[in-house]
């Protein structure tokens, strides 16, 4: 079965640092979304990216965040100078019409900033 | 704006006991509803969701159904094992703009042999 997968698995980085979170979608969706999990906290919305722009974006999708599908299977998330608060779980999803925009969930990547 | 609450935790159970976890939800429009569930550092399971008022999910014994009038989607199962031991979220897809999904805080189960 097609799946969502995130690289890397693990990402430290210090204070200030930009980084950039790594996803490929599954190739026939069309709708792609950032949420993050804080630990032990709930998963939260950050951005929802369709036909090569911002569908939607949180309050938590501030100017240090950005998003980009550079090539016809990546989505990425940018983290611009990250913050000690930035540390949390990120999870990729994609989704397409045909299927009542059911969302499948990457792995996610586990970001630890210093 | 939309929303989902759920009950808090943690639930402990023994095995083989009956598992409510209640939640219920705020929305615009007709969203889709799901339960996920988490694993000890791993990521998000989906396990069952139900697309308009009435419907059940089912799924490994779990199962919720979408209640319109009292907005609800209560988590059942019968009998819990060991194995069922995780953190369980539910959530909504809203179908206008984005479609995002917006989570429940999650409610953890702990279930004793």
């Known amino acids: 079965e097609p799946e969502v997968t995130q690289t890397p698995s693990h990402q430290v980085t210090q204070m200030g640092q930009e980084v950039i979170l790594r996803c490929v979608p599954i190739?026939?969706?069309?709708?792609f979304y950032w949420y993050r999990q804080i630990l032990g906290q709930k998963v939260e919305f950050l951005v929802s990216f369709y036909n090569n722009e911002i569908s939607e974006k949180s309050e938590i999708f501030d100017d240090q965040f950005s998003v980009e599908r550079p090539d016809g299977s990546n989505f990425t998330l940018k983290i611009r100078s990250t913050k000690l608060e930035d540390s949390a779980m990120y999870f990729c999803?994609?989704?397409?019409?045909?299927?009542?925009?059911?969302?499948?969930f990457g792995p996610g990547t586990r970001l630890t900033v210093t | 704006g939309d929303s989902v609450t759920q009950m808090e935790g943690p639930v402990t159970l023994s095995e083989e006991a009956f598992l409510t976890i209640n939640c219920t939800y705020t929305a615009t429009g007709y969203p889709s509803l799901f339960w996920y569930v988490q694993y000890p550092g791993e990521g998000l399971q989906l396990l069952l969701k139900?697309?308009?008022?009435?419907d059940k999910g089912s799924n490994k014994g779990f199962e919720a159904t979408y209640r319109k009038e009292t907005t609800s989607f209560h988590l059942e199962k019968g009998s819990v094992q060991v194995s069922d031991s995780a953190v369980y979220f539910c959530?909504?897809?809203?179908?206008?703009?984005?479609?995002?999904?917006?989570f429940g805080a999650g409610t953890r189960l702990f279930v004793k042999a």
């Open positions: 190739s026939n969706h069309l709708y």
């Open positions: 139900a697309t308009k008022a009435d």
């Open positions: 999803a994609s989704s397409d019409r045909d299927r009542g925009y059911e969302q499948y």
């Open positions: 959530a909504l897809t809203t179908n206008t703009g984005g479609f995002k999904t917006i």
